[in-house]
């Protein structure tokens, strides 16, 4: 008996910045449709409704059209597991942007939700496609580098103010730039890892619960070796988008947004006498833009809902990063290191 090939009409739960500038593109040339729409803020109706002229609009989740049988859902981080569950309850299949819950218990709740009506969720960190990404758990895996020995990881931008409102609301945010940035990075880790353990977590949130700047330490082990892990993160500091990893025979760099280039750096070797070292790029695919990642991600979605096993996503990994975020802001304490320093030396 022939299985028929899911077609997705898909609800949009929020319509803000991340799903205009990556889902709504990707979606647009596959074979979905947009059924319904769910926007408090009908400011965004004028500006893609022309996109989707015969979905319904509403304001609530109180009013899901029958037909939609999977949804993306971009609202604000602080309501994903309310909006998750109420879904997930419907038995619609679900792609739910990062992270998946503020808490743990929420996250576990949404996954035993999943099972119970036999649908797939599945959470959008969308870097876990990069083939750098992959690269490099092979690298830690396979030890061609010797055993990874510590890693220093920076993400941060000045916060020009062009994001959603939301992020500056904690009802609706959840936090920060852990929350916000930390999150994909966590789960990378968490990609490349069995186990992350959480040492020390600072912020400059001074009371607001929405800090601009943070400080995390976390260790794992690699082949039985202690892993120191450092990650700084920043709203007002132009820190950018770094992997560094030093491994016992060389170091890998990795800007995080690009995902089909690694440099290695091989420790210096004595060549006729002479100290030399070498820098080796390793291009991995050629170069695409986000859109062709979310695209992958989408495909991996579909798949599953179509009976192939994930490849690349995770949800016991989004269920840890969610469990990490949590410890974090539970045991915050005050962010007092200059941010003038040289954050390779931390």
């Known amino acids: 008996m022939k299985i028929q090939k899911f077609t997705p009409r898909i609800l949009l739960v929020g319509v803000g910045q991340i799903c205009q500038q990556a889902h709504i593109p990707v979606i ?15 400011t965004m109706k004028s500006k893609i409704a022309n996109l989707f002229p015969r979905a319904k609009w509403s304001t609530s989740m109180n009013n899901i059209v029958q037909d939609v049988n999977c949804a993306i859902i971009s609202s604000p981080t602080a309501l994903h597991a309310e909006h998750t569950f109420q879904l997930l309850k419907r038995g619609l299949h679900v792609l739910c942007e990062k992270p998946l819950a503020t808490s743990k218990d929420d996250g576990k709740n949404l996954i035993e939700e999943a099972k119970k009506n036999k649908v797939i969720l599945q959470v959008g960190y969308y870097r876990r496609f990069h083939p750098a990404s992959s690269a490099i758990k092979d690298i830690i895996k396979n030890s061609s580098l010797g055993i990874c ?36 990075i966590i789960d990378r880790l968490f990609s490349w890892f069995n186990d992350l353990h959480l040492d020390y977590y600072a912020d400059d949130d001074h009371g607001s619960r929405i800090e601009s700047n943070a400080l995390i330490r976390l260790s794992t082990t690699n082949k039985k070796f202690f892993v120191p892990i450092t990650i700084l993160l920043s709203r007002s500091t132009p820190l950018g988008y770094k992997l560094i990893c030093q491994f016992e025979k060389g170091l890998i760099e990795c800007e995080l947004n690009l995902g089909h280039q ?53 949800l016991i990994d989004a269920l840890n990063t969610t469990d990490i975020l949590e410890k974090c802001y539970r045991n915050r304490q005050q962010l007092d290191i200059p941010w003038d320093i040289n954050p390779t030396k931390l």
């Open 28 to 42: 647009q040339n596959t074979d979905a449709s947009v059924v319904q729409v769910i926007e408090p803020n009908l």
């Open 262 to 314: 690694l440099l290695i750096y091989h420790k210096s070797l004595i060549v006729l006498d002479e100290e030399r070292s070498f820098v080796s790029t390793l291009n991995l695919s050629r170069e695409h833009d986000y859109l062709f990642y979310f695209k992958k991600q989408w495909d991996e979605f579909i798949n599953q809902i179509n009976g192939t096993h994930s490849t690349y996503s995770s």
């Open 149 to 184: 020995q510590r890693i220093l990881i920076l993400g941060g931008h000045i916060d020009d103010r062009s994001g959603p409102p939301s992020l500056m609301d904690v009802k609706l945010s959840g936090g920060g730039c852990t929350m916000d940035i930390g999150s994909h």
